[in-house]
Every structure is written in structure tokens, then in C-alpha cells.
């Protein structure tokens, strides 16, 4: 069945700003005496939600506290998370394929809907979720909402939550390697389709319709 309407998480998939992230983990890394990690074996262990892996490295650290850390460290490095130079190409072809296109994120949001309208990004989607705590569950919103077939929705998500929310909703999990997690981590979780980058998803729509 061809795929009609696609849910795209943003950070890792959309936006990248995985290097960004790591560096913000890194500081509280420094800043307790942690021994640093490589950004491989980050992508190897980070898991959402982000205080389980705060915890696994500083257990006794209240989690308030670490996150008033990081985003004092992130806010003052100035960074500008950009998307991926495939992005706006492949959003252009699934437009005029007539793809109804969705931005399902946890990030907040205020800063969802900032970045897509800095990137002139926001006027390839229908609509845009996020503050997302429960992925799962807001899938199953948005397919009831907009009327989606489950079965000619595809789900496009960087992280092994992404894919089990996917799985949830029963519809098509694309797991894409340009984010948070490892393609070994993301491959456990099997997913439908594995790609190397967005540019791999104008095939997928091309052999689906």
C-alpha cells in the first residue's frame, strides 16, 4: 500500500544537532568529574527520557539541578541547530507528491515551531506536535485527528522510542541513522526500514506507490 502521510520527529531526523546536545552532556561530564565519552558510544547509550541516562552516570545528582547545568552551558554557546542539507529537497518532492507531512517532537513547543519557521521549513506540514511526553499516544491522536491510515502512514524517527511509538500506532517505522542513537541500538528495535539519511526516503516513497 503507498504511503500517504508521513510523521517526522525533528531533532536527528530534521534538525541536526546531535553534536550540540553531546557537548552539552559533556560539560556536566567535566563539571562532575565524569570520565568523557566518545559521541559513538553516546549514540550507543543515550535513551530518552534523558534523566535515565543522567542518572546511569550521575546517580546522586538531582535531575533539576543537572538540567539548570546543561542548559546554562547550552544557552551561552550560542548554537544554531540547522537542518540537514537533504531536507528541504526531500520535503519539496514528497509536496509534490501530495504527502501530508506532520512534525511529531519532544522537544518543546516553542522552540519546534521557532526552528521550522527559521529554516522556512514549517509550511511543509500540517501540523506540528510538540511537548510530546508520550509519542505512542499522540500518534493514535494524530492518525484519528487527520483521518491517516495507519497502513499508508509511515513514522520517521532517529531513537528506539521513535520506532516502539511507530509500532504503537501500527504504522510503517523508518528509522533514519543521522541522529541519537546507533544503527546497532535502532536495528534491535526493528524497524520496518532502516535509511542512511532523508535523501534514501524519496526511494522508499517511489517503490511504495
Known amino acids: 500500500m503507498p504511503i500517504k502521510n508521513i510523521i517526522f520527529d525533528l531533532s536527528g531526523v530534521l534538525i541536526d544537532d546531535v553534536k550540540e546536545v553531546y557537548s552539552g552532556y559533556m560539560h556536566l561530564f567535566r563539571l562532575h568529574k565524569i570520565k568523557k565519552i566518545t559521541l559513538q558510544q553516546f549514540k550507543d547509550q543515550f535513551i ?28 551561552k554557546q550560542n548554537y544554531k541547530p540547522k537542518p540537514f542539507k537533504q531536507v528541504k529537497p526531500v ?7 501530495k504527502i501530508k507531512m506532520i512534525v511529531l517532537s519532544a522537544k518543546r513547543q516553542v522552540f519546534v515551531e521557532k526552528e521550522l519557521q527559521q529554516f522556512s521549513l514549517k509550511k511543509y506540514f500540517t501540523a506540528i506536535y510538540g511537548s510530546v511526553k508520550d509519542k505512542a ?23 528506539v522510542h521513535d520506532i516502539n511509538a511507530g509500532k504503537a500506532g501500527k504504522v510503517t517505522t523508518i528509522a533514519v541513522l543521522t541522529g541519537y542513537q546507533s544503527k546497532k541500538k535502532l536495528k534491535n528495535a526493528n524497524p520496518n526500514y532502516i535509511i542512511n539519511n532523508l535523501l534514501e526516503l524519496k526511494k522508499l516513497i517511489q517503490h511504495s506507490s
Request: net charge positive; hydrophobic share 35%.
Open 91 to 97: 520535503l519539496e518532492f514528497l509536496k509534490k507528491k
Open 137 to 159: 499516544k499522540v500518534i493514535n491522536k494524530i492518525l484519528k485527528k487527520h483521518k491517516f491510515n495507519p497502513k499508508e502512514t509511515a513514522y520517521v524517527g532517529d531513537m
Open 48 to 75: 530518552l527520557p534523558y534523566y535515565i541516562f543522567m542518572k546511569k552516570y550521575l546517580p546522586n545528582k538531582k535531575i533539576a539541578e543537572l538540567k539548570k547545568q546543561y542548559y546554562e552551558f547550552y544557552n
